[in-house]
């Protein structure tokens, strides 16, 4: 697991937690590999800033495993991440921290989602109370993920796509329609 900490400020109050592909920018079935595949949902930058401006705590869990397939290298996936953050900095939003698994299904590790590992290390290390916390993703695996770690599942689909969503996730078609209902 790779955990990065913006340590800019005290991590009280309240949190989000948010997939990245999908959620913040663009998926694509080839991953995302490099700062220049990484493109921002515009709703997403506005998301951020609306929860920056009511100092909610935002906190991504991703997992990465182009780079333990060899599809990704390292510089390139922390270049990408710098990137990243500043130009949520530069759009007045904030990333307070980001945990990353960057290993592949078969590996059986314990971080990656939908299993809770990182969810679970970041409510360890910033004292966050999980029930009262939601999980914002874009996938199944991360409703799973939600409740496997005992946290709010919340769902965002920007195009209406035909999986079988249980009944009690809540589901939004944007990221800043997701967040404008946590308070
Ligand atoms: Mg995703
Ligand atoms: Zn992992």
Known sequence: MIIWVSLAEPMSGR??????DGILNRDRPDYVKNRDEFIFYADALEALRWLRRRSIHVVIISNQSALHRGLMD?????????????EVQRAEGWIDAAFYCPHR???????????PGMIRAAASLFSIPLAE??????????????????????LVQRTSQSVDVPEHVRVYNSLLDAVRTLV
């Open 15 to 20: 949190f989000v937690f948010l997939d990245r």
């Open 74 to 86: 390292w510089q390139a996936f922390f270049q990408l991440h710098g990137h990243m953050v500043r």
């Open 105 to 115: 299904p078969d590996e059986k590790c314990s971080c990656r989602k939908p299993a």
């Open 133 to 154: 916390t939601a999980f914002i993703g874009d996938k199944l695996s991360d409703v799973a993920a939600a409740e496997n770690a005992g946290c709010l599942p919340v």
